[in-house]
């Protein structure tokens, strides 16, 4: 028997918390610290399972075992397309019955809808019902839509005279490297490794904070950032013409100590430093948007959402503000664009090796960030630190971040979709928050033709891997129906006992691995005299 010792409180605080415990112990066994609960139901015998699964969350901050696993899927995506040196195969499965059966109903809709507005008579039914089929469509499984979403606007795309002219060559749809060989016959395929940055915004020191934050250029600093995936796409695009193949990437964007992003590239093949500084030169994005120098509404007086019409108008005089599409249609041809993105002269190329130490450090910068958002990871440690970040979110916080965002009203323009409630410096879009650095796209670019595969095919090897090497049956998915477990269920568990659960689970599971592993290691060694 235990009998209780008399403590002091002191003593009490410093015991560890058994909560705290049971989650220090799931995220070092690799356990799901928020798992998901599901209901499994075998259709033919009707037997029930409660199955945890883990919630996948890629930010550390939230869920660091699920993060750490998303990243270690990127690092093998990233290294298995990388010096591939065959074409990988992507054929689309041809489509289903049903998916034909729903083209042929949406092609015949959009006959008689063509139809009833060529006589001038009302389509509203038949739009309703092409909607309803367009989202069948997509829940069938079929890729992308039928039409464009919205016709695309011609606009004047003249090249500015200070962008270095490109020999252009057809690409074609190679997308492995060149093979190199030594006079001694050995052949091997480089693959490269890129950094490219944003240009200068003024001096900035070793912590990356500006020598003189009131000459730094903020402004073009926040729109460097808001359009940066824009600029990349170019960039690859100028790359591929340039090189006349179908070049394939791997890239991840990531903050720099002055909080600008830059972006860490595996490229397949290689390409000479000098051509690279010619792309890079060459290539800009024009950003042809309303101009909004002059701040038209500001503090309290904002312009006002009118029901009857859906617009918003001017606070004293009652005019309807114009809309996005005639702010765009103002833009003449001699007006510049709103913002010419580029990247900086300075970039770092190296050649790396398949397989190489090289390889796996590249691997190990293109992954290094992913699990922390752009905005944390780099910790303001000094004032000037911290006046920085400041300033940038100042600078993107009435930068308009897309055609939707409530920050044009501020310049008298309506936004694309404009609705009640939009007020310029409170724009919800991702780009204005802090944790985002003005970069609201995606952290991960993979070119499609990259593994070949899409990261639930990474994922899926991953699994058959596992089950091979525990040698566990393989379960077909068809035997079983799914449902989440809510709160009021009588089956729920709340979490602290599901955190029980995996972290059983996880110990069970490794310790099954290992052994696995073990017996495989004995298994490929050279048979000897002991051996059965
Ligand atoms: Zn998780
Ligand atoms: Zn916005």
């Known amino acids: 028997m235990v009998t209780a010792r008399r403590t002091t409180r002191a003593e009490r605080m410093a015991a560890?918390?058994?909560?705290?415990?049971?989650?220090?112990?799931?995220?070092?066994?690799?356990?799901?610290?928020?798992?998901?609960?599901?209901?499994?139901?075998?259709?033919?015998?009707?037997?029930?399972?409660?199955?945890?699964?883990?919630?996948?969350?890629?930010?550390?901050?939230?869920?660091?075992?699920?993060?750490?696993?998303?990243?270690?899927?990127?690092?093998?995506?990233?290294?298995?397309?990388?010096?591939?040196?065959?074409?990988?195969?992507?054929?689309?499965?041809?489509?289903?019955?049903?998916?034909?059966?729903?083209i042929t109903d949406r092609a015949e809709a959009q006959e008689a809808r063509d139809l009833l507005a060529s006589a001038g008579l009302d389509v509203g039914e038949l739009n309703q019902r092409i909607g309803d089929m367009d989202e069948e469509i997509t829940d069938s499984g079929l890729r992308g839509n039928v039409l464009p979403a919205r016709p695309r606007r011609h606009r004047s795309t003249r090249r500015r005279q200070d962008a270095a002219p490109l020999p252009r060559r057809p690409v074609n749809a190679r997308t492995v490297g060149?093979?190199?060989?030594?006079?001694?016959?050995?052949?091997?395929?480089?693959?490269?490794?890129?950094?490219?940055?944003?240009?200068?915004?003024?001096?900035?020191?070793?912590?990356?904070?500006?020598?003189?934050?009131?000459?730094?250029?903020?402004?073009?600093?926040?729109?460097?950032?808001?359009?940066?995936?824009?600029?990349?796409?170019?960039?690859?695009?100028?790359?591929?013409?340039?090189?006349?193949?179908?070049?394939?990437?791997?890239?991840?964007?990531?903050?720099?100590?002055?909080?600008?992003?830059?972006?860490?590239?595996?490229?397949?093949?290689?390409?000479?430093?000098?051509?690279?500084?010619?792309?890079?030169?060459?290539?800009?994005?024009?950003?042809?948007?309303?101009?909004?120098?002059?701040?038209?509404?500001?503090?309290?007086?904002?312009?006002?959402?009118?029901?009857?019409?859906?617009?918003?108008?001017?606070?004293?005089?009652?005019?309807v503000l114009p809309d996005w599409d005639q702010a765009l249609d103002a833009i003449g041809d001699w007006d510049d664009p709103r913002h010419v993105a580029r990247f900086g002269a300075r970039f770092d190329a190296q050649g790396v090796l398949a397989g190489s130490r090289d390889a796996s450090r590249c691997i190990g910068y293109l992954t290094k960030y992913l699990t922390k958002h752009l905005g944390d990871c780099h910790q303001a440690a000094t004032d000037s630190q911290a006046d920085h970040a400041a300033r940038l979110a100042d600078a993107l916080r009435y930068e308009p971040c897309s055609p939707t965002c409530a920050n044009w009203l501020r310049y008298g323009i309506q936004p694309r979709n404009a609705r009640p409630g939009l007020r310029p410096g409170a724009c919800k879009g991702k780009a204005h928050r802090r944790e985002y650095l003005g970069y609201a796209g995606r952290r991960v670019l993979v070119s499609r033709k990259w593994s070949g595969k899409t990261l639930a095919d990474h994922r899926a090897d991953r699994r058959t891997w596992l089950t091979c090497t525990l040698g566990l049956p393989a379960t077909d998915p068809a035997r079983y129906t799914w449902e989440p477990v809510k709160p009021g269920d009588p089956d729920h568990m709340p979490n602290g006992q599901r955190l029980l659960h995996v972290v059983a689970d996880r110990i069970q599971w490794q310790t099954a691995l290992d052994l696995a592993r073990r017996r495989a290691a004995e298994t490929d060694l050279p048979a000897t005299g002991s051996a059965a």
């Open 16 to 102: 560890p918390l058994a909560r705290q415990v049971v989650k220090d112990l799931a995220a070092e066994h690799g356990a799901c610290l928020r798992p998901v609960q599901l209901r499994r139901t075998e259709i033919d015998t009707g037997h029930v399972e409660q199955v945890l699964i883990p919630c996948g969350h890629t930010l550390a901050s939230v869920c660091p075992s699920c993060a750490e696993r998303a990243r270690i899927l990127r690092a093998a995506q990233c290294r298995e397309g990388w010096h591939l040196d065959q074409e990988p195969v992507i054929d689309p499965d041809p489509a289903t019955e049903e998916q034909r059966d729903l």
């Open 178 to 319: 060149k093979t190199y060989a030594t006079p001694d016959g050995k052949t091997f395929r480089p693959s490269l490794f890129v950094t490219l940055t944003c240009p200068s915004y003024g001096r900035v020191g070793e912590d990356g904070a500006p020598a003189d934050p009131d000459t730094y250029d903020y402004t073009r600093a926040a729109r460097d950032a808001l359009h940066f995936a824009a600029l990349f796409d170019r960039f690859i695009q100028n790359l591929r013409r340039f090189t006349g193949y179908d070049l394939q990437y791997f890239a991840a964007i990531e903050p720099q100590r002055r909080l600008a992003p830059h972006i860490h590239l595996a490229i397949r093949g290689t390409i000479s430093r000098q051509e690279l500084r010619e792309v890079i030169a060459a290539t800009y994005h024009q950003i042809w948007w309303p101009a909004t120098q002059a701040v038209t509404y500001d503090g309290g007086h904002l312009p006002v959402w009118d029901q009857h019409t859906s617009t918003y108008l001017d606070p004293d005089t009652g005019e």
